[in-house]
């Protein structure tokens, strides 16, 4: 299926500009894929920046494709002398950002009290990076923790929105409860909380930077449990598989957690020489803002734009709707494929599987259970044969309650529409439930498929209330 969007020219509804190469950090945990040197992982070669002129020119161009909302990053934001020209053009558009902050990203290491009266005279969000507070220096290379709650408190005092940006690794776990703790005390309004994801500079400290499942989860309700108590806001910026979750979602009062990655659906990056990819972790560039069309890899683009990078492990899973299985550019980066696993996940996949198998199946009874070995047994083969038989076998399952008639209990065996999907995909033993999503009229039984259960003892009544699986 092609992305439309892309196909009419039309770009995500945000854009995150990428203003320079250029930093005053060195971080381990850095993901810019400029910043790896090692051989065996993707390059990405930094080009010539663009000026201001070049800047404003791609942001015209943006504005014709759609685009409403603009957000700042590097390299180091603050580092573009040209930072206070291109925040003036954003307001002077009056097409971006109309009503909203424009989210500027720093390591606050050149902040200013000139930068802090820019930030507040064009509505600037101000996101601060604070990876520790002990181990800040031996994140970063340099010793600015204070400077960070420095510039968080003063931004509270003038009226500048904030948000703590945490990166959390192997090395600062320890102290996350005191990081968040005291970025939230300073004056940070709200949490962005990241686990560290193999990638740029990043890739030749992996090792020494990646979390663990129990360290995840750990992150993830420490995070809660300071927001509790401070009554403020957070998200989880990374997306995060929802098989790695010990807790349910909904748990987490304060603390919005992601499972979908909105890389070229609801964003895309502008890198500092316009070279469009899409989102900032990803190593391949996908086109040029100055190109006609701006997207010449749609290939790539749409991998992402349709989702079509589950990793053939979790593809059965009845949680796909609502979960891409980790980062795909993170898989793209170790494993050579965004189908690839998230590197969070490697060393799991049996328990990954177990899990899908167990998410499946959880049948309510025997008849239950029995229903799909059936349902197996009569049309696997034919499946196989004929994959458009398939259109029929989901029609017959779609919110179709089947009751057996040695069961004293009647049991309504009924599938909902992914439900007949998933099944369907496992029948064929590949693809996922979307394959076959409402591929043909629910609650319509053909009369071969009616006769080949009534062999097995099955009869079916449409828009049955039974449990739906």
């Known amino acids: 299926m092609k992305n439309q969007a892309v196909q009419s020219g039309v770009l995500p509804v945000t854009g995150v500009l990428e203003l320079t190469y250029r930093c005053n950090h060195k971080c381990l945990y850095c993901s810019c894929p400029w910043e790896n040197e090692l051989d065996g992982y993707p390059k990405y070669e930094k080009g010539t920046e663009l000026d201001l002129t070049q800047w404003k020119q791609a942001m015209d161009i943006l504005e014709k494709n759609g685009v409403k909302n603009l957000s700042l990053s590097g390299g180091e934001t603050l580092l573009k002398p040209e930072l206070p020209d291109i925040l003036a053009y954003i307001r002077e558009k009056k097409v971006f950002n109309k009503d909203k902050y424009i989210v500027v990203i720093s390591n606050g290491l050149a902040m200013s009290e000139e930068f802090l009266s820019l930030f507040k005279k064009y509505k600037v969000h101000l996101s601060l990076s604070l990876p520790g507070i002990d181990t800040f220096e031996r994140h970063t290379g340099v010793d600015n923790a204070l400077g960070v709650l420095h510039w968080l408190k003063r931004a509270s005092r003038e009226g500048v929105q904030t948000t703590v940006n945490v990166t959390v690794t192997n090395i600062n776990y320890h102290e996350l409860r005191e990081t968040i703790s005291y970025a939230l005390i300073a004056g940070a309004g709200s949490l962005l909380l990241n686990r560290f994801l193999i990638g740029g500079r990043g890739i030749r400290y992996q090792n020494e930077l990646s979390l663990t499942h129990e360290q995840i989860n750990g992150m993830l309700d420490t995070a809660e449990d300071v927001l509790e108590k401070a009554r403020r806001w957070g998200g989880a910026g990374t997306e995060i598989p929802f098989c790695v979750l010990k807790k349910y979602e909904h748990e987490y009062k304060r603390l919005r957690i992601g499972f979908l990655c909105a890389a070229a659906k609801n964003f895309f990056v502008v890198d500092p020489a316009g070279r469009i990819r899409a989102c900032n972790h990803s190593p391949r560039a996908v086109g040029h803002i100055f190109n006609d069309p701006l997207i010449d890899d749609i290939g790539y683009w749409n991998i992402f ?137 629910y609650e319509t039984v053909s009369g071969y498929i009616a006769e080949k259960m009534a062999s097995k003892g099955w009869r079916y009544v449409p828009d049955g209330y039974g449990s739906e699986i």
């Open 305 to 441: 734009a349709n989702r079509d990078y589950i990793p053939d492990v979790c593809c059965h899973c009845a949680d796909i709707s609502i979960c891409d299985c980790g980062c795909r550019e993170a898989a793209n980066i170790t494993a050579g494929s965004a189908h690839g696993v998230d590197p969070c996940m490697k060393g799991y996949e049996k328990e990954m599987s177990e899990r899908v198998e167990r998410i499946e199946y959880e049948y309510r009874n025997d008849f239950d259970r029995r229903f799909d070995e059936d349902f197996r047994s009569l049309f696997t083969e034919r499946l196989k044969e004929d994959s458009k038989f398939g259109w029929e076998l989901w029609s017959s399952m779609a919110n179709v309650s089947w009751i057996n008639d040695n069961d004293p209990d009647e049991t309504h065996c009924r599938r909902s529409f992914r439900g007949a999907g998933t099944l369907l995909a496992v029948m064929e033993g590949k693809d996922k439930y979307t394959k076959w999503y409402c591929t043909g009229p």
